[in-house]
Structure formats: structure tokens, C-alpha cells
């Protein structure tokens, strides 16, 4: 996927080329399939608000006073950009870590406690895939797509956390071990019930951003992804308990 | 709906696949409906009822064909669960001359028979979102726009996410 990047100052463009996902190289190429530019103001004056302007391809993403939060627009953008338009990955809004080997994949909306789960699990040890996307290619084997994760404040706010501050190790490529379909919800314990691996594709399809443009691709994807899954689903409490009990439950596998 | 008149219905109603991307997992089977962006999930007997319609089929044509799987099933319960399966936007439903009309099939759900009997059918199905819907939401002071919402509590404006009222 070709992304263009042009901007009115050249020190803003490091920061966002720090934003592309790792892997990304320069390309001498007279199309792009999406052009980001980025205006930022020139000359400061007193007494003056000024405003970094965010583009994406002819629509207005951000208009805003803090670099910061043009750079999370572009971030975000970028990635739901790629999600649904890549050719060679499948991605899945879902959050997925690996335990000792063991890949645990949390697809989910926002709010569903994804990003809540995906950082205990790196305190508890889990190395990291991803925490907003994951990916996964055409034979069922999901790779790192590592971000920063969005930990929602008390306050209803966000804070980005690199997962290095959880001392997380990137996962190595490999096939998903378990899906977990879950919520949050209060006074619940994670009690988890079986279910088909066909109703699992619809919960996993539900969160795959490229699935109305590319179903065939999406389904075929997916299908291998979970053929060799464990499909967990129901309501989890509290994220400690809810992860040690996964955690326990992965341990036992590996005893066996 | 009396027994007379279901039978003279499933005698006169064809069914026949709509061209719908299908894939099999396990016993139940995928399908994907790219014109209304529905993914559709029927179990085993579901999937053998879809099957049985590839050329047009009626109630006891599709009724022969599970007996040998499901011994026990009656042509009726087939009509039922097929015209569910019509109903869902799986099959095209037709009479030998006309095509039936939606509300010729809402008259029959009303008449009740599809309520009075129970169909081995489960049909879960989900509508795929648009992909703009999958970006996370975004907390207080983010930047915000149409396609990146803000989280609930927040609304967009001059695109930053502040909270309502």
C-alpha cells in the first residue's frame, strides 16, 4: 500500500513517520492510494491561536492546537486506512498477546475493556502483538502490528502507553491458540461457555474493517485463522481474575 | 394457518439459492450476502436445507433429501424453516407463476405458523459494519471528526472531544 506524506515543515514529517507502522520503506512512485498533508503554521505570532491542519486526501481529518493530537489522527487514521483496504493481511479490530507461546486474540468495539485486558496481560508477562489491529495473513498466522495502546483514564479521557513501559517482549508470527469473545461487566466472573466456530467467524467478521469490501478474502482468512482455535466467550469481571484464569487455563494446556 | 391450507402452500412454493458467498465450517455453514453486507451462520439441518435448494426445490423434494439424515422430519416443518430461510434473504421463493410478495409472506408468519411450530433453523446473522466504524473512539480532548467518534459521555465539537452538556 502506497501512503503519501506532505507537509509545510519538514520537522513535523519526522514525527509523523514516526507514527507508520513498522517495516514501511520509501517508495519513488508517481501514485498513492491515500495522501496525508499537513499544514502547520509558518510564522508565530503574539496573541494568535494557531492550528496544524490534518488532511486526508481531500477531506479535513483535525484542525487542532496540539501537534500531539493531529499525530494520534494521523496514527489512527493511517491504520484504520491500511485495515481496510490491505491486500496480504486480514486485520481484526481486536486487541492479542501471546503466553508462552500461546496466541490469545480479544476482538471487540471500543469499550469492550480490549485495551484493559491486552495491558494486564503484559503485566502478567504476555508478549505483545497488538492492541488495536490485529493481523493476520492469507495462511491464518497472525504477526505484531505493535502500537501504542490507548488506556482510557478515569476522568473519560485517553493515555498512550508504550508497551515497552509493560517490559513486553514483541510476539513472534504464529497461529491463534484461543479467541476470546468478551465484555466487561460489573459483578460478573469470567465463566466462559463454549461456541461454534461458525458463530465465532460472525463475532470475528462483525470486527474486520475490510469485510464489506472483500468478503471472499475475509472469510477464507478467518476460517484459517480459528481452525485450530479454542473459542471462549461470556462476560468477564474484574481484568486480574479474568487474566489469571486464562492465564492458568494456557498453563494447563502446556502441562498436558 | 390450518394443515390444509400449509400443505397447499409448500406444494406451490419453489425454493432456489441466492448467490451468496458460502463457506462450510464444520457441521454449520457461512454465508455472505454482499449486496445487503449480512453474514449468516446456519447450523447443521440449515445448511443441508440451503444445499438441497441449489436447483429449485419444494418443501418435499428438500424433505426427501434430509430423511435420510433426519428421519423423523415433516414436510411441513421443512415449508416452515425454508420460507425462515427465504425470509432471512438465504433463498428466493417463488409459486410455479408468480413471485411471492413480502407481504404474502408476512401473512403467513402472522398466520402463525412459523410461531406454532418449532423450527430446528437457528439463523444468527450480523450486519458488517462499515469500516470507518471499527476506528476506536476518542477521549476527552482528542481530536476528533465523522469518522473517529468520540467515546460515549463526549460529542465532537470543533473536533475535539468534549464532554456533553
Known sequence: MRIGIRVTDRLVLESLLSRVPVGWTRLQASGVDRLYSVVTPLVRR?????????YGDHTRLS???????????????LDLHIAAN?????????????WKGHTIVIPGRSHTG??????????????????????????????PYPRDLLVRTESNGSRRVPPEEFRAARAQPGPISLVLLTEYAEDRRWSP????????????????????????????????????????????GEKEQTVQQVVNYLDGWSLT | ???????????????????????????????????TSTAHCLNGIGAAMWAACEGKGSAASVTDFLRPRWPDIEEEVVWGSLSKLAAAGL???????????????????????????????????????????????????????????????LHCLLLVCQPIG
Open chain 1, 114 to 143: 480490549k485495551t484493559t485486558l491486552v495491558a494486564e496481560f503484559l503485566k502478567s508477562g504476555a508478549a505483545y502483538y497488538s492492541d488495536d489491529f490485529a493481523a493476520v495473513d492469507h495462511t491464518g498466522c497472525l504477526h
Open chain 1, 46 to 54: 503574539r496573541n494568535v491561536r494557531h492550528f496544524c491542519v490534518l
Open chain 2, 1 to 35: 394457518m390450518s394443515k390444509q391450507e400449509v400443505q397447499h402452500e409448500s406444494r406451490s412454493t419453489r425454493f432456489q439459492q441466492r448467490k451468496l458467498i458460502a463457506r462450510t465450517i464444520g457441521d454449520e455453514l457461512l454465508l455472505f450476502d454482499e449486496e
Open chain 2, 91 to 153: 433463498l428466493e421463493e417463488t409459486t410455479d407463476h408468480e413471485i411471492i410478495s413480502t407481504a404474502r409472506r408476512e401473512l403467513i408468519r402472522k398466520l402463525g405458523f412459523t410461531a406454532a411450530v418449532a423450527l430446528p433453523v437457528v439463523i444468527p446473522s450480523v450486519l458488517i459494519p462499515p469500516a470507518a466504524s471499527a476506528a476506536s473512539c476518542r477521549g476527552l480532548g482528542f481530536a476528533c471528526s465523522d469518522i473517529h467518534p468520540c467515546c460515549s459521555g
Open chain 1, 193 to 236: 461457555s463454549p461456541v461454534s466456530r461458525g458463530q465465532a467467524m460472525l463475532r470475528l467478521l462483525e470486527n474486520t474493517p475490510s469485510a464489506r469490501k472483500q468478503p471472499a478474502f475475509a472469510i477464507g482468512v478467518l476460517q484459517k485463522a480459528v481452525e485450530s482455535a479454542e473459542i471462549h466467550q461470556g462476560w468477564r
Open chain 1, 63 to 77: 484542525r487542532t492546537e496540539r501537534i500531539e493530537d493531529l499525530l494520534d489522527h494521523f496514527e489512527s487514521d
Open chain 1, 86 to 98: 490491505s491486500q496480504d493481511r486480514l486485520f481484526i479490530h481486536a486487541g492479542a498477546v501471546s
